[in-house]
Structures are given as structure tokens and as C-alpha cells.
């Protein structure tokens, strides 16, 4: 029999909404920093209709801009963190390899801020990673620290800490109404709460959601097809699980970049995909048609014919993802222009799961009205002109 339910609180320190990777990191460090936090998730936990779901996601220390690679340290010792407080394994280190032309200006900024690298011609990658084949003049960067995060475990891991430490996560509740003011009042489904900060991490639903607080962000969702490749002859072709990751850089036939993970969700399977997607509004992104041209699984399978040949050339599983960006593909770390207790943070443009650890910490110090660890100033609201409604 259900014990009596109690009266609800209704007050907190802080409301963060959307219990994805970023908001949930955000209400860790809240909740480990003694403030009485309510985390709030339109869906029932766990879902898979946002950008957190899945098994795996890559973590680098390569990064062509440095506002990223100054963090990644950081990010590497708070996964760790996490891995011990919650007796979890949430990394596994397989390395991985940029592809590209050399000189290639993206490649060359990655190598820079690996301080150790190693370049691979095409003979020394076939030597190493024999399931790889470099077309003729290209190079292969190797971020030996680089790996997989396994994503949906790193989630539950995140919001386990933060209610261990007092946070309280209400899921399938969707968040309504916003009321600004020196507290803010927040209205759900299901009930009114208040807190004197509040903080956005809504994923795609960000740009929709902060049009009731005058500012028109501009974030694009894209509906992303994440596409897994059989292994032809399992285990024979230096693939599967044995692979590293790897990323191409300044290939002409895939300008944004094709990007690949070792079989780690389903067994022989290799998780191949485009860093591109088709523009989406994510409460509709399944009403594409299946009989829609998919212009991306023809440039993979064309990439997979030339660079994996021990993989099959059609997808063997086709799942969907979102990415939410913004046009400089930066994050939006920032208070709202004109409620400074309002924080947001979204726009994570496709590579924002690794450093959620850190993103949580900015977000919660700009809450707190703390000097920020790391320079803001790539990641202000203020470069882009106009996102203020002329309402406010
Ligand atoms: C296919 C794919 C591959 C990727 N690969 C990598 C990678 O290899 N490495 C990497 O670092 N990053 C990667 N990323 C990016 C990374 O996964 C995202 O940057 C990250 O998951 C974004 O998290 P989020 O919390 O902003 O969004 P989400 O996870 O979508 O969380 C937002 C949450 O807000 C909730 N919400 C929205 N509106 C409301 C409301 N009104 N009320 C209550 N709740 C609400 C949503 O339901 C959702 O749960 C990848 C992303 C995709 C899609
Ligand atoms: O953040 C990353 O490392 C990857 C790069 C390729 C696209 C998906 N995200």
C-alpha cells in the first residue's frame, strides 16, 4: 500500500530544468556545494528523446580551440570523481585518431594542444589500427588520453551523486511557466515552486522555451541519425572492439566531419556517424518520412568504402539523436541579459557530453554570482546581437 503522500515542498536554493547530462551535472555540484536543489525533467527517467541517451560518447583531450582544451583536464579528473563516488566504471580509454590532410588547419590547432602527439602516415595507421585505410597524402593525429564515456551510465551516476547529497529530482514533470522576479516562480505540470535562481538546461528545447523570457537565441536543433556497421568478418578486421575513435578534419565530401566509436553498444557493431544533421523541432522530429532521402548514410557508406572496408556498407541499426547549435557551433554559458538570476546554458552543438563535468561547475558558480574558473567570454549571449525581444 502507498504510505501517505506528504504536503510538497514547494521552495528550494536553486531550480535547474531539463535532468539531461548539462543540468545534471549542474545540480551535482549545487547539491555538493550544500544548496537545496530541485532538478526538474518533462520526461519519465531514463528517456531517449533528448541528446544524453545512448551508450557512448566520445571524450578527447584534442581540441582545435583552446577555450576547450583548457577544460579537458579538469573534465578527465571529474569524471574520475564520479567514477569513485559511485564505485562506476564511466570510461574506457581506446585513444583516437584525427584524419586528415596535413596542414589542415583544425588538425594542426588539435595537434597544439595535445602537446604530445604522434602523426601517422598511411602505412604507420595500416601498421597500427589495421582496420584503417589514410588516403594518399593524409595523416592521422593520435590522442592517446581520448575515449569512450558510457553515456547513459554517466547520467544515472551524475543524478545518484546529487540525490545523495540531498538534491531533489522530480521526472515527468514538465515545466510550464517561468515568472521572473527576485524569486522566481516555477509552474509544472504537476505543481509551483520557487527559488531565487534558476537555471535553463533544456537541450533542443531551450530556444522555444526561453521566447517567455524575451530572448531569441539562436539555436538550431538538428535530428541527428546515428548509424552502427556491421563488421564483415567479426573480430578479423583490427575493428570491433579493438578500434580507436577517430574524426576526420577538412575532408572535402564531408566538410562537418565523419566521426566513429569501437563496438561498444551492440557486440560487432561500429558506431559510424556524420557530425551533421537535418534541421528539427523536437517535439515533430519523428514525423520525417521513412521514405525521406538520407543524404548522410550515402556519404558514410561511401566513406566506409574507402576508409573501413571491413565493414558492411549499409547501417545495421539506425537510431536518432538531437543536437541543439548555435551558429559559431560554441556553447551558451551565460545569466539572461536582463534577469542576472536567471542562468542559461545550451547550444552544446554536438560535443558538449565530455565536458559536462566542467559545464556543470561554470553554470553553478554564474548562479552563485562566483567568478567563473575558466574566460566566459566565447560562450556570452552577447555575441549575438538582437536575442533581446523588444517587449523587455
Ligand atoms: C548522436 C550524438 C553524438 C554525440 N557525440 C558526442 C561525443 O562523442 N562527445 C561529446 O562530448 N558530445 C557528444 N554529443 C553531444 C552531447 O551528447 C550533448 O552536448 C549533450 O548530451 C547535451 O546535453 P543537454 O543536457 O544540453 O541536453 P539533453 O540531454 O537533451 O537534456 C535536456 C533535458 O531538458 C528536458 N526539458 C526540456 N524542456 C523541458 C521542460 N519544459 N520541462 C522539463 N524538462 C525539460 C529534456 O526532456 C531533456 O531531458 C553527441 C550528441 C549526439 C546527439
Ligand atoms: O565531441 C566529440 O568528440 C564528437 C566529435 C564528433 C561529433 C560528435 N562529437
Redesign the pocket.
Known sequence: MAAPSQPQKSTYDVIV????????FTAYHLAQRHKDTLL????LLP?S??????Q????RSAYPQECYSRMMPESFRLWQQLEAETGTTLYRQTGLVLLGPPGEPELEACRRSLGVDEVLDAAALAQRFPGFRLQAGQVAVLDSTAGV?F?DRALRAAQEVFRRHGGTLRDG????RIEPGPTVTVT?TAGVYRAPLLII?????TGA?VEQLGLRLPLQPLR?D?CYWREKQPGSAGLGSVSPCFLTLGLSQAPHGI?G?PSIEYPGLMKV?HHNGSPTDPEKRDQASSSTPRPDIATLSSFISSYLPGLETQPAVMET????NTPDEDFILDQHPKFSNIVI??G?????????PVVGKLLCELSLGEEPSYNMAPFAISRFPGVLGAAL
Open positions: 530544468i531539463g535532468a539531461g547530462i548539462q543540468g545534471s526538474l525533467e518533462q520526461f528517456h528523446r533528448g541528446s544524453s541517451h545512448g557512448s560518447r566520445i571524450i564515456l553515456a514533470e514538465k515545466v510550464l509544472t538546461t533544456a537541450g533542443a528545447w522555451f541527428i546515428v566521426y566509436l556517424c539523436c538531437l543536437y541543439t546554458g545550451a552544446f552543438s554536438g560535443h558538449g557530453f565530455k565536458l559536462a
